[in-house]
């Protein structure tokens, strides 16, 4: 690396981290109403502006270190995954992520059960204005029936110098398992000023039985700062991703501050959609029994001890954040209609794990949380969960960053782990499996801070992903194992942070 790279490397990370520590003054008040934790997209954000969009990659391919695969594979960081099936056929997985250092987002195809994976960008719009450009950030994917795949993701526009012009929702609709999207739906623009869209999670009613089969739902948060909140969001298509009308899913005369709506469908075409209410310090949770049209009054699942983010020592420049997933029992098991909701909280110990309840009534009553993960002796965090129900058994896993395996002292190191319960959430009896077969370090480089690996800004992210079917997990996360190889192409030619997935039976 020659010393103008690593003098350009500096100043990036100087800039990153005023901006974490407040002192720059054009930095937007981020959803949780502090300036601590902005959106994924902001840092993005600045190094385009200053640094410019690095070029297209050429065509990728994934490369195999044995049980795990590193899917990205190419030059510059890349956060925030998430990965679906179809259930029809199998062997077919779609997958996305952040590009950091690019305007779209990236997608990834496979057609042989994740063994390897072909990557492409995801369509963006024109500017809103003359010198203006705009990106793509926050992924996520499902498929439908009739075996289309739609991408969610969300749109930043700004002019170059002037600031942030908005943001939008976009959905991008694939008919070849992910390896295409042609086009894509844009929607539900905010302006910036009170508001921006973040956060959106993406399912599809593929209910046999349903009649709403095949809509296609999408739920965010409008977040904003100071007094005035934007609330959940939740827009509905009808016609496979080509128009999207949207509703409000919270309270409307609510204070509006929530962050990670995770939506999902029960087996007879329920809408379920559960959010972090940080302001009531609550895990939330509502209703629709008529396609996503109308909305019940919310309920709380859990109320928790962490309202919205907590500095933990391997994501102490990012701060991990608070928000549920929430998935559906859809399989012909005991347990069919049942509801599972997972996030991350405090513990006694103040480490952080991941929690579980459930609901057998639609959403009405919820069981008490449990644990999730083995109880070890020794303080281990874990984070940036996802949570998954096997359609075909009913097996629910989930899958998060864990420390146990840190040879540091001070829990830099992760792994990603799974844990899975058989008999409906009320315990995870066997041991939690290591997904990820290398740990990473999104902390520093054998004890030097900065490391021109690492981007500060986002390291691991806010959220990873996992799709569980037919008795095997599919985890997908970001892993910096092979940061610091060079990578040619790019401005900054290392590979940083790369997407990394396995098929975990």
């Avoid at 599972?340 to 009405?364: E, H, K, N």
């Avoid at 984070?383 to 540091?408: E, Q």
């Avoid at 290591?434 to 990473?440: F, G, Q, W």
Wanted: glycine letters at 10%; aromatic letters at 12%; one cysteine or more.
């Amino acid at each position: 690396m020659t010393t103008s790279q690593r003098t350009m490397i500096a100043s990036i990370f100087v800039l990153i981290l005023l901006i974490l520590s407040g002192s720059t003054t054009t930095k937007p008040v981020s959803a949780g109403g502090t300036t601590t934790h902005d959106p994924t997209w902001w840092d993005k954000y600045q190094f385009i502006l200053n640094n410019g969009s690095d070029a297209a990659p050429t065509t990728t391919s994934s490369l195999p270190f044995g049980t795990n695969v590193d899917v990205s594979n190419e030059c510059g960081p890349q956060s925030e995954t998430f990965i679906t099936i179809n259930a029809n056929q199998p062997r077919v997985l779609a997958a996305g992520s952040n590009e950091i250092f690019r305007l779209p987002m990236r997608g990834y195809f496979s057609f042989d059960g994740g063994s390897s994976w072909g990557g492409v960008d995801l369509p963006l719009p024109q500017p809103k204005t003359r010198n203006g450009t705009d990106f793509g950030s926050d992924p996520s994917l499902a498929f439908d029936s009739s075996n289309n795949v739609f991408y969610g993701y969300i749109v930043v526009y700004f002019a170059a110098g002037n600031g942030i012009n908005g943001t939008e929702m976009a959905v991008a609709r694939s008919i070849d398992g992910g390896k295409t999207y042609p086009t894509a739906t844009f929607f539900g623009f905010e302006n910036g000023k009170n508001h921006f869209n973040d956060k959106p999670m993406i399912t599809a009613d593929t209910n046999v039985t349903s009649p709403f089969r095949d809509s296609v739902y999408i739920a965010w948060d409008a977040a904003a700062g100071g007094s005035i909140g934007g609330g959940v969001r939740l827009a509905r298509s009808i016609d496979h991703g080509a128009t999207f009308t949207i509703t409000r899913v919270d309270d409307p005369n609510g204070p509006g501050k929530s962050i990670g709506a995770s939506p999902s469908v029960g087996p007879n075409g329920e809408v379920y959609v559960a959010w972090n209410d940080y302001k009531a310090n609550a895990i939330v949770f509502n209703r629709s029994f008529d396609g996503g049209q109308t909305w019940e009054s919310p309920a709380t699942i859990s109320l928790k001890t962490l309202p919205f983010e907590i500095p933990l020592p391997a994501e102490s420049f990012r701060r991990a954040l608070v928000y549920p997933s929430l998935d559906v029992d859809r399989s012909t098991s005991s347990h069919r209609g049942r509801i599972y909701c997972s996030w991350m909280d405090l513990t006694p110990a103040q480490v952080t794990d991941i929690f579980l309840s459930y609901s057998d009534d639609r959403g009405a009553t919820w069981s008490t949380p449990i644990r999730v993960g083995d109880q070890l002796s020794r303080p281990v965090d874990r984070f940036n969960h996802w949570m998954s129900v096997d359609s075909t058994n009913g097996d629910v896993t989930v899958a998060f960053y864990d420390t146990r395996n840190d040879t540091t002292g001070f829990r830099y190191q992760t792994d990603y782990y799974l844990a899975r319960s058989t008999n409906g959430g009320v315990s995870f009896p066997g041991a939690d499996v290591r997904a990820s077969n290398v740990s990473s370090n999104e902390h520093d480089c054998n004890g030097v801070v900065p490391c021109d690996g690492i981007d500060y800004g986002n390291q691991q992210g806010d959220y990873e992903g996992l799709v569980s079917f037919g008795g095997y997990a599919y985890p997908i996360w970001t892993d910096s194992r092979r940061q610091l190889e060079p990578s040619s192409g790019c401005r900054i030619p290392l590979l940083m942070e790369e997407v990394f997935s396995a098929k975990v039976r």
